[in-house]
């Protein structure tokens, strides 16, 4: 058997680029959310006035994020 003929074709063939960034983009939802819901409720448990946690994680998640969108993107 040949090299090319043990190829499976499914394995070569690549995600559809608007399935790949529309799951990043619920991806990137996601991480907002857990990131200001969490900071959220840790100002409430330390018992913070003003919303320093939530908007901290909430830039730190999507900091996150971006990093691995260039990541991913800049594999194609």
Request: proline share 4%.
């Amino acid at each position: 058997m040949s090299k090319k003929q043990s190829d499976d074709p499914i394995k070569k063939r690549r995600i559809n680029p608007a399935i790949k960034y529309s799951g990043m983009a619920g991806q990137m939802a996601g991480a907002a959310a857990v990131g200001y819901f969490g900071g959220g409720w840790l100002d409430n448990y330390f018992g913070f006035e003003k919303p320093i946690l939530a908007v901290t994680l909430l830039l730190l998640f999507l900091t996150a994020f971006m990093i691995k969108l260039v990541k991913d993107v800049s594999q194609d």
